[in-house]
């Protein structure tokens, strides 16, 4: 009897102590971002939404600086730490498709894709491998023309009335300087990354590198003919010589008259300039007659939880982060593009753009933006330190762009060779 | 009989306890060496020569450290490509000129300042602690600072030198005058550090000495030569070896911030380079094999140092 009695206990307090971890036991989710600051306190805002709606499952977000986040996550990944969904910057997505194990967001929704449809096709080309999807737009951005309509004044020019070719742009520039003695303008070179070569070459409707990333072909005449343009700003003295630092210090202190980078810092650029000058903000420069064709710049995000609980807590995290409604806030109150098709059909948005119209080149935008160009994992330091070589003697201006543009081409080819 | 027979029974055991104390002592002397030696070896083991072993593993494999793939071994072929590209070329010239270039800023220049400072005495703790001072900065505030000073739009040098009618050249954009900016911050930066290395060696030799050379008629330059040179060559031993040991990592920061290896590779070197493989592009094999020739490298240099130049270095005084 005592024995049926002490076996009841011990049962039932199984029972009690199961059924209470079970009642405590979250599902967390491991997400690495680079988001700081204001950027940073709207990410976490999202994410607590997301936990208060789905009681079950809690976020874990994990920061990195943006420089070491594709290394962070490539050894959390390496080490076995758990790694849910993961921001990667664009130029390295092809990298982690080919090693490590992203997971496929089609495959993942088992059916229902209905989530990815609101994303405009073109953002989804760059994690897109047939019809699997390894990666979903985040923290986008697009390079802008920013000007400063006060030294347009000065030099002359019509402040409301920025460049829209590249031809209009060097012939300002270089009237900003003449008129002014201020540099006219720079476009954004990215150091290392070459992101500024890949968007001026491809804008011009030369190709930068093939589909697989193991070929460059900008030696064609319109890359040629984009990167004289880049020798021309400098040697007639209205880019000086520099840095995208240097350039970014020089045109918020109001000292450049224009500025072409990232939409990305559209929010900082503005409050640099108030107060201090006014600031007008346009559409990339056309080349010729070709239609634009801008290289997004920023990060995706890609999914590696595993199969089970983490990877439905996962599926929801992500489907709840791309309705229209979340996607547009993100990108309202973080500065980065909107990422949803048709933006404005959102009263919020709408009335948004009426307070901030800086933002409306970005959406006029959005259509013009390809996916931007990515790497292979040999040889890609090796052709990127040539590239940006072939910058520097560009600028230097000993040879002309059809003699240095070719050489780099072959160098940047010998140096992909090993991924053939 | 029972002498010899107590002698023979004796023998064995005499025999047996001198092996058991030689044991004993044997033992006891073999292990308590390596006891206190344990904590810095396995701290070794773990931290240094275990990666070491790694990181030659994988610059014979081609592996991205994913856990799902396997490690194909690809022989020397990481070591061919990273030796036969440009960048690698650029970077080992580039990483000679900065050993070269440190050797007079870093490890001589320090001399005749230390010497200074020392002749002071307690006068020269002010100048000391002013030229220290730059040590305690963090090399990402100086990169910062100068890159300030020398911005080729708003920088405080062009500005000043357009006050006295000088065009400030663009020195960070010429291939010819970049690295120098690196190698000159670089050696401000380590300068007062190095100064208080010699001042230390200084410390150590008896002024007794000084004066009896003085008494027997020697100038400023024979003590020099005679006397303070032999005995500070210690202290020059070392400071030349760290120097040339660590003048790579000096200069990573400056790199990295200010130039990242521009204009045109002019300004890297084996240690940025490392870097960018492992780090910017993820190339891991790329970038084991650039650590292992950067070892292989930094080893012959101390290797050539500690052949040639310990034999005139004079230790006792």
Redesign the interface.
């Known amino acids: 009897m005592f024995r049926i009695k002490l076996g009841r206990i011990a049962l039932g307090l199984a029972t009690a102590v199961l059924a209470v971890g079970t009642a405590h036991a979250d599902t967390e989710l491991a997400f690495y971002h680079y988001q700081t600051g204001k950027s940073y306190e709207v990410f976490r805002g999202i994410l607590n939404e997301f936990e208060t709606a789905n009681p079950g499952i809690k976020v874990r977000d994990i920061f990195a600086q943006s420089e070491?986040i594709?290394?962070e996550v490539?050894?959390a990944?390496?080490a076995?730490r758990p790694v849910d969904i993961a921001t990667v910057i664009g130029k390295?997505i092809v990298?982690f498709l080919n090693?490590?194990?992203a997971v496929d967001m089609v495959a993942a929704s088992k059916g229902d894709t209905a989530w990815l449809d609101g994303y405009l096709p073109n953002f989804l080309d760059l994690g897109r491998v047939g019809d699997a999807v390894y990666a979903i737009p985040h923290a986008y951005g697009t390079p802008m023309l920013y000007y400063n309509k006060d030294i347009f004044t000065q030099a002359g020019l019509d402040p409301n009335s920025p460049p829209k070719t590249w031809e209009e742009f060097v012939a300002d520039g270089k009237t900003i300087t003449e008129k002014t003695g201020l540099?006219g303008g720079a476009h954004l070179a990215a150091?290392?990354g070459d992101y500024g070569t890949m968007v001026m070459v491809n804008n011009a409707g030369a190709t930068y590198l093939n589909a697989t990333g193991t070929k460059a072909e900008f030696d064609s005449p319109q890359g040629i003919a984009a990167l004289q343009t880049w020798q021309d700003m400098a040697t007639s003295g209205m880019m000086?010589?520099?840095?995208d630092?240097?350039?970014t210090?020089?045109f918020n202190?109001g000292?450049?008259g224009m500025y072409i980078t990232s939409s990305a810092a559209l929010r900082g650029t503005v409050a640099a300039a108030d107060g201090k000058f006014a600031l007008g903000v346009a559409n990339y420069p056309l080349f010729g007659d070709h239609p634009r064709h801008v290289s997004n710049s920023g990060a995706a995000l890609m999914l590696y939880a595993p199969e089970g609980e983490r990877r439905d807590a996962a599926m929801k995290l992500l489907r709840f982060i791309s309705q229209k409604e979340v996607a547009n806030r993100w990108s309202r109150e973080s500065g980065y593009m909107p990422l949803i098709q048709d933006p404005l059909s959102d009263p919020a948005m709408a009335a948004y753009v009426k307070d901030f119209p800086y933002v409306q080149p970005v959406i006029d935008q959005m259509a013009d933006t390809i996916p931007t160009n990515v790497?292979p994992?040999?040889?890609?330091?090796?052709a990127?330190?040539?590239i940006?070589?072939m910058l520097?003697?560009l600028?230097a201006g000993q040879r002309p762009a059809a003699e240095i543009v070719p050489e780099a081409v072959a160098?940047v080819n010998a140096?992909l060779a090993?991924n053939n | 009989m029972v002498d010899t027979a107590l002698a023979d029974a004796k023998a064995p055991v005499a025999t047996g306890t001198k092996l058991q104390n030689l044991n004993a002592r044997m033992t006891s002397t073999s292990w308590v060496p390596w006891l206190y030696l344990a904590p810095t070896l396995i701290l070794l083991g773990v931290f240094t020569y275990w990666p070491l072993i790694q990181t030659a593993y994988l610059s014979l494999v081609e592996w991205?450290?994913?856990?799902?793939?396997t490690a194909d071994f690809v022989g020397l072929s990481n070591y061919g490509?990273v030796a036969g590209?440009?960048?690698f070329q650029s970077a080992f010239v580039n990483t000679l000129i900065y050993i070269a270039a440190s050797i007079p800023l870093k490890v001589l220049l320090p001399i005749p300042v230390a010497m200074f400072l020392w002749s002071l005495g307690g006068k020269g703790h002010f100048y000391r602690a002013i030229l220290f001072l730059p040590t305690l900065i963090s090399f990402v505030v100086v990169g910062v600072a100068f890159?300030w000073i020398l911005?080729?739009?708003?920088g405080y040098a062009k500005q000043y030198a357009a006050m006295i009618g000088i065009h400030m050249p663009?020195l960070?954009?010429s291939?010819g005058s970049a690295i120098w900016v690196i190698i000159g911050i670089s050696s401000w930066k380590v300068l007062g550090f190095n100064v208080l290395l010699y001042l230390a060696g200084l410390a150590s030799i008896n002024r007794d000495y000084i004066e009896a050379m003085r008494m027997d008629g020697a100038g400023d330059g024979t003590i020099f030569f005679r006397l303070i040179w032999p005995l500070l060559t210690p202290t020059l031993m070392f400071v030349l070896i760290s120097t040339v040991i660590f003048t790579m990592q000096q200069v990573f920061t400056p790199i990295d911030l200010m130039t990242?290896?521009?204009?045109?590779?002019s300004t890297?070197n084996l240690f940025y380079?490392v870097y960018?493989?492992s780090?910017?592009?993820?190339?891991v094999g790329?970038g084991a094999a650039g650590t292992m020739m950067l070892f292989a490298f930094l080893m012959l240099m101390v290797f050539i140092q500690l052949r040639v130049l310990d034999k005139r270095v004079q230790y006792k005084q």
Do not use: C, H
């Open positions: 070491q594709t290394g490539q050894a990944l390496a076995g390295n990298f090693n490590t194990g540099p150091a290392m000086p010589i520099a840095g630092t240097d350039w210090a020089a202190a000292q450049m790497w994992a040999k040889g890609t330091l090796e990127q330190t040539v940006r070589a520097d003697e600028w160098k140096a090993a | 991205n450290l994913n856990p799902g793939q490509r590209g440009t960048l890159m911005n080729p739009i708003l663009n960070l954009a291939p990242q290896g521009g204009p045109s590779n890297t380079m960018q493989y780090f910017v592009t993820f190339d790329g």
